[in-house]
């Protein structure tokens, strides 16, 4: 990568090149329909350039070989003057091509839209069931929102009903009056905030375990980073009160990545604080953290 577009851990001239790698970082910083706070186009960049700061040895997995497994692709977001269907269609066209090539592609966001593009890419080139596991403090489970069916407050509807994939919902703690009737009429399996606090405080993977079991064997792996409580990630458009800690998160995370494969993963909404930068480097540790679950730790990876 150029100085323009730094690579992931800041490694530069060590990362290998596509074809050697296990896995692939692709920024998308994609923003069309945030409707608070704004930013998440900038979010890409604040990750990668916070990373160069995260240490390669991980203490829980006792090794730092997965740093070198990794490469970051250039920046893609579709032309500002496209439809936003025509948008979706571009990034799903793109991410197509690296989930093709076999490896691991975990996208950095960008705004939650850009998930329905990416599972609708995975379930083209991943053949068998697959589901979606969504880590997020708001259900996005609107048919539409300010006038576009194709919005972040709409991005699990349509991949509940479009692309008709089963789902789990974890820290969910914001929604409105018809995403709840939907929840409850169709019985989508939610992990409420108070429910996963309830177990956090526990240590128990009991209800998450459970819910998983129902999914089929392949996953893909959406992460809004507004899950995590504004205390530990306060730079995202959308911040909710009563959010996931950093260990629970990580051993419910490990544990997903150890009894499913994953296919690939995205992780979106960080909107980065001007002169303050833990929310970048939060986000950071949390895409390196998956990685070495996945490349470490998956039974297929």
């Known amino acids: 990568m150029n100085s323009q577009n730094p690579s992931f851990l800041g ?15 692709l920024p998308l910083p994609f923003e069309r329909t945030v409707s608070y706070g704004k930013g998440t186009a900038d979010g890409p960049r604040a990750l ?35 439809e936003l269907s ?20 975990v996208s950095i966001g960008g705004e939650h839209s850009l ?16 589901g979606v596991v969504q880590f997020d403090a708001h259900a996005d489970l609107r048919d539409e929102y300010e006038g576009t069916r194709f919005s ?4 699990m509807r349509r991949i509940v009903d479009d692309l008709s994939l089963p789902t789990l919902a974890v820290g969910i703690r914001s929604l409105s009056g018809p995403e709840a009737k939907l929840v409850q009429d169709r019985g989508l399996p939610v992990i409420w905030s108070h429910e996963w606090h309830e177990d956090a405080r526990s240590g128990s993977l009991e209800r998450f375990a ?9 996953i893909y792996l959406t992460f809004d980073l507004d899950f995590l409580d504004p205390s530990l990630l306060p730079g995202t458009g959308t911040p909710e009160p009563g959010g996931g800690e950093w260990h629970p998160t990580m051993a419910a995370l490990r544990y997903l990545f150890e009894h499913k494969t994953v296919v690939a993963m995205d992780v979106v909404e960080l909107a980065p604080e001007p002169d303050r930068t833990v929310s970048d480097f939060v986000a950071a540790k949390l895409v390196y953290k ?12």
């Open 11 to 25: 490694l530069d001239a060590e990362q290998p090149e596509p074809a050697a790698a296990r896995a692939v970082i």
């Open 48 to 82: 990668l350039d916070a990373s160069a700061y995260v240490e390669l040895y991980d203490e829980e997995l006792r090794t730092e070989d997965h740093s070198r497994q990794i490469h970051t692709a250039e920046p893609f977001d579709p032309a500002a003057d496209l």
């Open 86 to 105: 025509e948008a979706m269609a571009e990034i799903q066209d793109h991410a197509r091509e690296w989930m093709q090539s076999g490896k691991f592609l």
């Open 115 to 130: 998930t329905y593009p990416l599972v609708a890419a995975a379930q083209e080139v991943f053949s068998g069931p697959m």
């Open 152 to 155: 972040h407050a709409a991005v």
């Open 210 to 218: 459970a819910y998983l079991d129902q999914l089929p064997e392949q």
């Open 290 to 301: 998956s990685l070495g679950y996945r490349l470490g730790l998956s039974p297929k990876g």
